[in-house]
C-alpha cells in the first residue's frame, strides 16, 4: 500500500540527488539509477515520479531557481531605499548560488538549453526575470533602463561564469559588477 504524503519527499530527495549527481560527474551523463541510488529509491520510481531524466534535471533547475528567485526576493526586501539595483546584483553572487554543485547544474544547464526546448524556455524565464527586475531597479536611475538592463544582465551572467570557473571564486564579483553598474549610470559607487 503507498504511503500517503511520501511524493512530495520522494521528489525532492530526487531533485537533490540529480544536483548531487551532475554536480559529482560535472555533467549530464548521469544515469537515472545512479539519481535514484542517491536518492535511496528505484529507478522505476524516479521515473514514474518525472518521466525520464531531461524531465529530472529540469525539475533540479526549477529548483535552483526557486533558491534563486527566493535570494534575489530576500535582498530586496532587506535594501535600503535607493538600492535595490545593488541588492539585485548582490543576490547573484550569493554564497549559495555557488556551491559546487549548483555551479555544475547552471553549466550543464546553458549547455542543454541549446537542444532542449523546455530547458530553453526556463532560461528564457530566468533571463526574462532578471531583466525586468534590473529594468524595475534602474527606474529613476536613467533614462534607458532597457538597454542598461540587457547590458547587465549578459555582465552578471558572464561574471558569474568567469567567477564559477575561476580558482578565487565568488570573491569580488558582485563588487565587479556594482563598480561596473554605477560607471554605466554615471555615479560614483
Not at 528567485?69 to 538600492?83: C, D, H, I
Not at 547544474?105 to 523546455?118: G, I, K, S
Request: hydrophobic share 45%; aromatic share 6%.
Amino acid at each position: 500500500m503507498p504511503r500517503t504524503g511520501q511524493e512530495p519527499l520522494r521528489r525532492a530527495a530526487l531533485v537533490a540527488a540529480t544536483v548531487a549527481e551532475v554536480g559529482q560527474a560535472g555533467s549530464l551523463e548521469v544515469t537515472v539509477g545512479q539519481i535514484a541510488r542517491r536518492a535511496g529509491m528505484s529507478s522505476a520510481l524516479a521515473h514514474h515520479y518525472f518521466g525520464g531524466k531531461a524531465q529530472i534535471f529540469l525539475a533540479a533547475m526549477r529548483h535552483i531557481l526557486s533558491e534563486y528567485g527566493a535570494e534575489v526576493r530576500s535582498a530586496l526586501a532587506k535594501a535600503p531605499k535607493g538600492q535595490r539595483l545593488e541588492a539585485i546584483i548582490a543576490a547573484n553572487f550569493a554564497e549559495s548560488c555557488f556551491a559546487p554543485d549548483t555551479v555544475a547544474a547552471w553549466l550543464n544547464f546553458y549547455v542543454l538549453a541549446a537542444r532542449e526546448p523546455e530547458a530553453a524556455r526556463l532560461l528564457k524565464v530566468y533571463q526574462h526575470r532578471l531583466r525586468s527586475n534590473l529594468r524595475h531597479a534602474l527606474r529613476g536611475r536613467t533614462d534607458q533602463p532597457e538597454a542598461l538592463a540587457d547590458q547587465l544582465g549578459a555582465m552578471i551572467d558572464g561574471v558569474y561564469l568567469r567567477a564559477a570557473l575561476s580558482p578565487q571564486g565568488l570573491t569580488g564579483a558582485a563588487d565587479q559588477v556594482i563598480r561596473a553598474a554605477h560607471a554605466m549610470l554615471g555615479e560614483r559607487p
